[in-house]
């Protein structure tokens, strides 16, 4: 199985946060990596590239709570709602669903996948603070806090059992009043009189040129660069030997799956069968906006998560549950951009026609597990084979420490916390 002294040629499927991640980690136990992937290092292609920019301790709070169940009809039947269902898609989504309803159908059962959820998210600020810096891109990771906004104590105090599970894990927020809010957010509505503001939160400025310059970094410190797409594994005597790729084989004895939503496949010829589904996700960029807003801001009637990055103001959020290969439906996208034109007056005032002028919009595939946890270990039909794929809303937070865990695994030592949560064969 090899040791902690031994080098390995490990391919590292994907270049999102997490596959890259993985690269570096590998690279600083000294094995020799190459990294396998079509698109550009946080190209569009990636949800690294799209997502919200949020590096928060808080996102502990799995998709699926109790009672969930009650609201499936609605989700089904309102167009407009945070998170909706393609009725065509209901087939095919059927299984993954009642896995996901059962996930938190009870408070024990989401308590321990915040507990999960919290091993990985509870130092990502500070870990990628350290990794930015490392990488030359130190000013791209932004430790301002980040703001949870409601209309009052009472909407804040609906939300009671998902604010349980961040204080049981160690999270920590000051609350604001009205006057506070609109003395630290002046762009924001005064209709929010009431925040949770989480001040060991942080963003990232730019998640696709991040990703993109931290591969720089890999490269830079001898990783190297495959422009191709991941097919299977050529094993001898149950060994991992090669890589199949549409390039040819690349020689390794040692792969890690971190191709997000593509990395379902794979994982079957690695001898699991994960219930993963895509999550999509939309937001819009508005470039040049009219107001810079100090904190990133997560407004609770859109559960949408608004930051000024370096590209403009990104609205992102939004849940839809359809098949990948299902085109974009782009009134998700719209339904961001509304809300924002209610969230801040400076956007209201512009006319339809100069914001339209502004907006770029985006739509890419989270790759969910039902139980709302990453899949990160061994693979049962191969030793040399790991897993490190379906973060969900975590990804951009949580790859640091899930690239470090997968390094540990491959160079034999034992991960600094226990991996059973996230085990591949949870699902068999």
Not at 6 to 30: F, K, P, Q, T
Not at 355 to 382: F, I
Request: charged fraction near 20%; charge should be positive.
């Amino acid at each position: 199985m090899g040791s902690e002294n031994s080098s390995r040629r490990v391919a590292v499927i994907g270049a999102g946060i997490v596959g890259i991640c993985c690269a570096i980690e590998l690279l600083r136990d000294g094995h020799e990596v190459t990294v396998i992937e079509p698109g550009a290092p946080g190209g569009e292609q990636s949800a690294s590239f799209g997502n919200g920019a949020w590096i928060s301790p808080a996102s502990v709070v799995p998709m699926s709570m109790p009672g969930l169940w009650k609201k499936v009809p609605g989700y089904l039947l309102d167009p407009d709602g945070p998170l909706t269902i393609r009725w065509s898609a209901l087939p095919a989504l059927w299984p993954w669903l009642l896995r996901f309803l059962r996930a938190g159908a009870t408070v024990a059962r989401v308590q321990a996948t915040a507990r999960a959820l919290s091993a990985l998210l509870h130092d990502a600020p500070r870990r990628h603070a350290r990794l930015a810096q490392e990488a030359g891109v130190a000013e791209m990771i932004v430790q301002r806090g980040l703001l949870y906004a409601f209309p009052d104590r009472a909407a804040f105090e609906t939300e009671a059992l998902a604010w349980q599970l961040r204080r049981d894990n160690g999270v920590q927020w000051q609350e604001w009043d009205a006057d506070v809010m609109a003395a630290r957010l002046p762009p924001l509505s005064r209709r929010y009189r009431f925040g949770a503001w989480v001040h060991e939160g942080a963003h990232c400025l730019d998640p696709g040129r991040y990703v993109a310059a931290l591969a720089r970094h890999a490269l830079a410190r001898g990783a190297r660069w495959q422009p191709a797409q991941a097919r299977g594994f050529t094993l001898h005597a149950d060994r991992l030997a090669a890589l199949q790729t549409d390039a040819g084989e690349v020689p390794c004895d040692g792969a890690v799956i971190a191709a997000g939503i593509g990395s379902r496949a794979l994982a079957r010829a690695a001898g699991e069968r994960i219930p993963m589904q895509s999550e999509r996700g939309y937001h819009v960029v508005l470039s040049d906006p009219p107001f810079e807003l100090p904190i990133p801001v997560m407004p609770s009637d859109g559960k949408m998560g608004h930051a000024c990055l370096s590209g403009g103001l990104r609205l992102s959020g939004q849940v839809e549950l359809a098949t990948v290969q299902a085109p974009p439906n782009w009134r998700r996208a719209d339904i961001l951009l509304r809300h924002a034109r209610a969230s801040y007056g400076a956007l209201a005032a512009l006319t339809p026609d100069a914001l339209e002028k502004r907006a770029l919009r985006w739509m890419g595939h989270r790759p969910s597990t039902p139980d709302g946890r990453p899949v990160l270990g061994r693979a049962s039909a191969c030793p040399d084979i790991f897993h490190a794929f379906g973060h969900g809303h975590v990804g951009l937070a949580s790859g640091p420490l899930s690239g470090r865990l997968i390094a540990d695994l491959i160079s034999e030592r034992t991960p600094p916390l226990d991996l059973a949560p996230y085990s591949p064969q949870r699902f068999a």
